[in-house]
């Protein structure tokens, strides 16, 4: 095995370890999507009418609507989550180790983001299954379309991670993180609400959601829910990924970046 | 012969502070080499120059003739490096700490295992291997930081005040077991510490304040018949810390 792949599996399998160690980051990460789709989704139901638009054929409940955007919302949280881990290593030292290893710095950062989208799309597995029993279900086939998706958006979201790393100085800054960025990210897209229900009350935050590329994660993802490509959203989505990822190189490059203060 | 390191007009400087003046150093291979100065001297910025996680204003640095700016990866490779702050995984076992930096390096398999078992053995660790790091006590963490440094057979070893916040007893055997390893191994070590006595009378010392090198030789020669900590002191201005 060359040294790319056997450096991508050691990245990936001490992620997983480390998951596996923290029991509580999985019951947090499933509890947080859970309580939106058993209580507020409930609650919203009846005050929400929702028309029929793609790729839903038929009315449909509301629950229905938000499981793709809280699939996103599974992908979000663990991309900033390893974000933090990451500002966690550098604290502690063990980013070094990582960065000291011959290996081309992109790829370290690729095998970083790889690690933190696999761990993504196990949670969100657990949460279709979770949401399987309470009676949301989709195409078997839907099931498997989706993981190209969930990949896409994870990098995605897990290269944006981080972007946000480099830029962070200590760990105490990443609540402002949560504020800045995963709250605005969320609920300005269309992971609650289609966006033509959003330009019916405000234009401005229409435009907002129509430019926030976690609303095109999350439309990748509910469209292949349905076996469907949303070809516009997967070149979003692709070109966002390449465009995070080439930051975060440039981020944590020894001569340029923002990193050099910081290691 | 390869020099280990070499290190040629260095100039660093954050802002407008400058924190390495014109360092040129070498430093053959299998020398024990001990970079010693208060604390603030520049070590660790000269360590990250070292190893890459910073690239210095000015200077070429080339680990057994390789540059560590225009040749990243040969000189990576023949580096093993032990920090000031402890880089173990607290929560993995000494083992898949040491087999995830194998894997780092591009080994695996049968042969890192082996390796492993090695280097844990020369470290005096082996009984340690399959212990949670968080449960190890001081000394043995640092042990195992030196271990992994060598599981890929490096020929050059940084070593960053690596005896900090230890007792006395364990700082003498783990500079005792480093001086074995330069010449048992042939490995170039750089030590950096800022107590006079973890240096050895036949080592290269080299005495770095505020950014410069103000010594360079053998210690006995640097010493010339007295005592290291007057001659570090008198040079420095400063109490030892």
Known sequence: ?263 | MTHGIEISEVNHSFGHKRVLDQITLSIKGGTFCALLGPNGAGKSTLFSALTRLLIPTQGTIRIQGNDIHKNPRPALSNLGVVFQQQTMDLDLTVFQNLRYFGKLQGMSGKDLNQRIDQVLNLLNMAERSYEVVRTLNGGHRRRAEIARSLIHDPKVLLLDEATVGLDPETRKSITDDMHKIAQTEGKTILWATHLCDEVGDDDQLVILHNGQILRNGQTHEIANGGSLLDVFLSLTGRDQA
């Open chain 1, 1 to 263: 095995m060359s040294i790319y792949l056997t450096s991508l599996t050691a990245i990936v399998g001490r992620d997983f370890l480390r998951f596996f160690n923290q029991r509580g980051r999985l019951v947090s990460a499933l509890v947080r999507p859970l309580v939106w789709l058993f209580v507020f989704a409930a609650g919203f139901r009846a005050a929400l009418g929702l028309s029929i638009s793609p790729p839903y054929e038929t009315y449909i409940n509301y629950e229905d609507y938000i499981v793709p955007g809280l699939c996103g919302m599974i992908l979000l949280f663990n991309g900033m989550q390893s974000s933090l881990s990451l500002v966690y290593d550098r604290e502690m030292g063990s980013m070094r180790i990582l960065l000291i290893s011959p290996l081309p710095r992109w790829w370290i950062l690729f095998s970083k983001i790889i690690a933190s989208t696999i761990v993504s799309m196990l949670q969100v597995y657990i949460f279709l299954m979770i949401a399987y029993f309470y009676g949301i279900t989709f195409n078997l086939t839907g099931y498997i379309t989706v993981a190209p998706a969930l990949l896409l958006g994870g990098m995605m979201l897990g290269a944006l991670g981080l972007v946000l790393s480099s830029l962070i100085k200590q760990l105490e800054n990443f609540a402002g993180v949560m504020n800045f960025v995963i709250f605005p990210m969320f609920f300005l897209s269309s992971a609650l609400y289609p966006l033509w229900k959003m330009a019916e009350s405000s234009e401005l935050l229409y435009k907002i959601c129509a430019i926030n590329p976690f609303t095109y994660v999350v439309e990748l993802i509910r469209f292949s829910l349905f076996v469907q490509l949303e070809l516009s959203s997967a070149i979003i989505v692709f070109v966002c990924s390449v465009a995070f990822l080439m930051i975060s190189i440039w981020g944590y490059d020894p001569q340029k970046g923002f990193i050099q203060r910081k290691t």
